[in-house]
């Protein structure tokens, strides 16, 4: 990349993280008062209003039958990541939900080989070995109980993965702008039957803690834009590490969650795979792997 400027883009990834460990931390204060799938629904009502600059790109792009199917699958499985990741906040640490969404991009990885016929060399394989070793150390199963926020997580990095490959194929058709617009309008329609069915009246608290949500979730989102714009993966990927260290501390100092030193140590193994994959897309200048961070609601 030219004229890279890495100082601006650890900046700009610091306060992506800080914009997700806000949107983690509102999650987790409403906690299970609502619904997963009505919180989830919410979230993304609330933040149409974020849509409205997009409606033009959206019905200029002329999308085909076809990209109206993908973007339409993009929407049911982003639709379930993220009825899951709701339902995991509210049952698990902070701390576990970050380490164990660092398997997307593993996963996409995975699946790019199986779907996209990428190939899938011996140290990539390696490092997917790794990073699933990682999540074992933070499941530890048999030696701590595997609740149904762990498993709700495993499918919710699946549940993203699928959907970054969708993306991907999409991307060079249309522009950022409408398949942003497009996620957050089927994830909307697709939330809206699941939040009818479990629906409990909000209260103005839990709406103005949701549109947050929506304001932190965007926000994150645009910085991380900008830290791509200025540096290659291989200088802003490392810095997402930070989010579990906050993660950690806000659990510890915030919620009163232990902190669980196998947890981290699985959360460094995850990361430290995923980093290597992404070096070597970088020297082999691909981009299948998506940055740790691109994968979230």
Not at 42 to 47: C, D, S
Not at 118 to 142: C, D, N, Q, T, Y
Not at 172 to 192: D, K, N, R, Y
Not at 223 to 229: E, G, H, P, Q, V
């Amino acid at each position: 990349m030219t004229n890279a400027r890495p100082a601006n883009a650890i900046f700009w990834m610091v306060v992506t993280g800080l914009n997700f460990v806000a949107v983690t931390a509102i999650v987790k204060h409403i906690g299970s008062a609502m619904p997963a799938a009505q919180g989830a629904f919410l979230r993304y009502v609330l933040g149409l209003i974020f849509l409205l600059p997009m409606i033009r790109p959206i019905l200029s792009a002329h999308l085909t039958r076809r990209q109206i199917k993908l973007f339409a699958w993009r929407g049911v499985v982003h639709t379930l990541a993220v009825i899951l990741w709701f339902f995991a906040m509210a049952r698990i640490p902070i701390a576990e939900v970050t380490a164990m969404n660092y398997l997307s991009p593993v996963y996409v990885t995975i699946g790019a080989a199986v779907f996209l016929k990428e190939k899938l060399p011996p140290r990539r394989i390696a490092a997917v070995v790794v990073a699933l070793i990682g999540a074992f150390i933070i499941l530890r199963p048999g030696i701590k109980v595997i609740e149904p926020g762990h498993i709700a997580m495993l499918g919710t990095a699946v549940m993203f993965a699928a959907g970054y490959l969708i993306a991907k194929q999409l991307s060079g058709e249309v522009s950022p702008v409408v398949i942003v617009g497009m996620l957050s309008l089927t994830v909307t329609i697709g939330l809206a039957p699941f939040a009818y069915a479990v629906w409990v009246t909000p209260t103005l608290e839990q709406l103005g803690w949701l549109f947050l949500v929506a304001c932190f979730a965007t926000a994150g989102h645009y910085a991380m834009t900008l830290a791509f714009a200025a540096a290659p993966l291989t200088v802003t990927q490392p810095v997402t590490f930070l989010q579990l260290v906050w993660a950690v501390l806000l659990g510890y100092f915030v919620f009163s969650e232990p902190i669980d030193g196998w947890v981290v140590i699985g959360g460094l193994v995850i990361m430290a795979s995923v980093s290597f994959i992404t070096w070597r897309e970088a020297v082999a200048r691909r981009s299948v792997t998506p940055p740790m961070g691109a994968t979230k609601l």
